[in-house]
T-cell receptor, first 115, second 115 residues
């Protein structure tokens, strides 16, 4: 069974500082990996995804993530955080076999940005 | 850009009552999902639906739950007899014609409150 671990429940960074949110996954084959962001009271917005190819993927809002198979990780990064980035971030894994694949989400990391 | 829509945005109901949550997926999507998020917890998969039948369901999706696509556009989740623990945000998602090698697009969610 697939699973996702986001070890940091809550992170606080200063505006302009760099950010890295950790995500570790468990899946028997090559996974499909996603980062979604959820602002308060809002739905889930896709930031970026990894299916195959280049292990460094670029997303919206200046975010990027790197797939490291050896570490079973897919950490999300941003070089300079903006106050509007404050939100909850979810890492998710999808199966790469079968059809109509469900997503398995991590517990999320809440990002607080101080001015 | 087409979006997934969900109605209502907030539903309040009494325990034991039936509720129907509605979703209008993006028109060319073929795979549909329901997820739920209990307040403060992670997003959990409930059910996937393809070609007018359930593809996969989680252990959460018991006999009290049902899904259907009654008119080829709306995708509904019915809870027959709501319980207090059904209080959660319910998200609908859709997947394009590429099957699992694609991105799930989420609606804004319906917040269900069971009193």
């Amino acid at each position: 069974a697939q699973s996702v671990t986001q070890p940091d429940i809550h992170i606080t960074v200063s505006e302009g500082a760099s950010l890295e949110l950790r995500c570790n996954y468990s899946y028997g084959a090559t996974p499909y990996l996603f980062w979604y962001v959820q602002s308060p009271g809002q739905g889930l917005q896709l930031l970026l995804k990894y299916f195959s190819g280049d292990t460094l993927v670029q997303g919206i809002k200046g975010f990027e993530a790197e797939f490291k198979r050896s570490q079973s990780s897919f950490n999300l990064r941003k070089p300079s955080v903006h106050w509007s980035d404050a939100a909850e971030y979810f890492c998710a894994v999808g199966a790469s076999t079968g059809t109509a694949s469900k997503l398995t989400f991590g517990t999320g990391t809440r990002l607080q940005v101080t001015l | 850009e087409p979006e997934v829509t969900q109605t209502p945005s907030h539903q309040v109901t009494q325990m034991g009552q039936e509720v129907i949550l509605r979703c209008v997926p993006i028109s060319n999507h073929l795979y549909f999902y329901w997820y739920r998020q209990i307040l403060g917890q992670k997003v959990e998969f409930l059910v996937s639906f393809y070609n007018n039948e359930i593809s996969e369901k989680s252990e959460i999706f018991d006999d009290q739950f049902s899904v259907e696509r009654p008119d080829g556009s709306n995708f509904t989740l019915k809870i027959r007899s709501t319980k207090l623990e059904d209080s959660a945000m319910y998200f609908c998602a859709g997947l394009g014609t590429s099957g699992f090698t694609d991105t799930q697009y989420f609606g804004p969610g319906t917040r269900l409150t069971v009193l």
